[in-house]
DNA sequence: AGCGGCCTGAACCACGCAGTTCATGAAAGG
DNA sequence: CCTTTCATGAACTGCGTGGTTCAGGCCGCT
């Protein structure tokens, strides 16, 4: 192979597959499946088209890399195990920042989302990747933290899961739906920390023990 | 005209003109807007193709008549106004009630979203009338029902709207995103009532009084 | 120098699908 | 009874686009 690492983007060097998928995400996530154009795609990815073809099987199996690509990107843990050294609140508080952020401020995570749902019977395997790397991990992640700050005897909480899915739904307030269905505006870093704020002290009065401040 | 009224689905007689609609919002749902094949749903609708050319423009003004179709089938009440007789415990949870059945029960929700998410670069309008009509129209609402016991003193709000954000998004815990991405599987009566139950003991309290069990 | 692998560009094929046309037929209405 | 209106179905047009082919060209390797 000759120039796969010739190319440059913004001064990173990227091998011909991952310009394709790259392009792939950004072409994805702005005009969804049916609307991207492959011809299109090639010339954003600054490659010729058999050359996709010699990489991708397929516009769905790129379209399934893309997702996966895109998730890999995005492995910003929601709820990192470190968390567990913080004391309950400011653990909790860190992570609705985290997820606020997510939900109002990452375009890619946006965009696949709407992708998800509006293709859902065509493609289900990629929503399933989807839903199972990206909300449901991170739901996940967030429950095994709730166990240990239960445990630590920070917090009350009988279904740890239930709990760690109500506060993910907090930290969509105001910020999650309005993309979803209107224009992708950014919510403001402003409005991300308010409802990550509020998501955490509603909680809290729920599921804190008095000393936490519940 | 002749068999405008003929043709009967389920034992119900409609018109042309509505059988059109009724398989436009069923197949645009379903498989978005480039995913819809004006041939199928021709025959879904039991009508001939130039037919549905004859009533609609375009695909794309048949598309938009379909979301308004739709928006007009649904005229249900999230938050009445006479829960306000009622203490907050059990207005919350007939608010409640009412949130998670329409997240976790109701089909026509479940395909307006997903007809507003899909197209909505191209069909913002719709959209936006869709937004206003919908979940604004009801969380605006629960946010009256909210400044009245908060006036009563059973609650302590200090800011109703946003409090009747939370306590929507609360009502989706578990239920709504499921239905969202996956197979529209209506969620049980059970799960229903049990995320009910849980998002008035979350929002009661942080927001309750002492005597009203927060 | 010669070989093999990969990229390129442009042309090309095939197909799905929005929208139309047309001959036919059936009901309503004066 | 004749006219108007409208549904029908089948065939057709035209275009956008996914995917392929092919004749080159660049590079590394031996």
Not at 151 to 177: V, W
Request: a negative charge; proline letters at 2%; aromatic letters at 8%.
């Amino acid at each position: 192979m000759s120039n796969d690492e010739t190319r440059s983007i913004i001064g990173v060097r990227l091998s011909i597959h991952e310009r394709i998928l790259e392009a792939a995400v950004e072409q994805f996530a702005a005009d969804g499946f049916d609307g991207t154009n492959m011809d299109v795609l090639a010339r954003t990815a600054g490659v010729a088209k058999p050359t996709i073809y010699n990489h991708f099987k397929d516009k769905a199996t790129l379209y399934l890399a893309s997702i996966e690509h895109m998730l890999g990107r995005n492995r910003a843990t929601i709820a990192s195990p470190s968390f567990a050294r913080l004391a309950a609140r400011e653990g909790l508080l860190k992570v609705a920042h985290e997820l606020t952020w997510l939900f109002g401020r990452d375009d890619d995570m946006l965009m696949f989302c709407k992708m998800c749902i509006a293709g859902n019977d065509r493609f289900q395997t990629a929503t399933d990747t989807f839903l199972r790397n990206g909300p449901w991990r991170g739901t996940d992640e967030i429950a095994s933290l709730l166990r240990v700050w239960h445990e630590r005897g920070e917090l009350h909480i009988d279904r740890p899961s239930f709990a760690a899915r109500q506060l993910s739904e907090l930290c969509k307030t105001d910020i999650f739906d309005a993309r979803l269905f209107g224009a992708p505006a950014l919510a403001t870093e402003e409005e991300c920390r308010f409802t990550a704020v509020e998501a955490v002290e509603t909680f809290l009065a729920r599921y804190g023990c008095k000393m936490t401040g519940g």
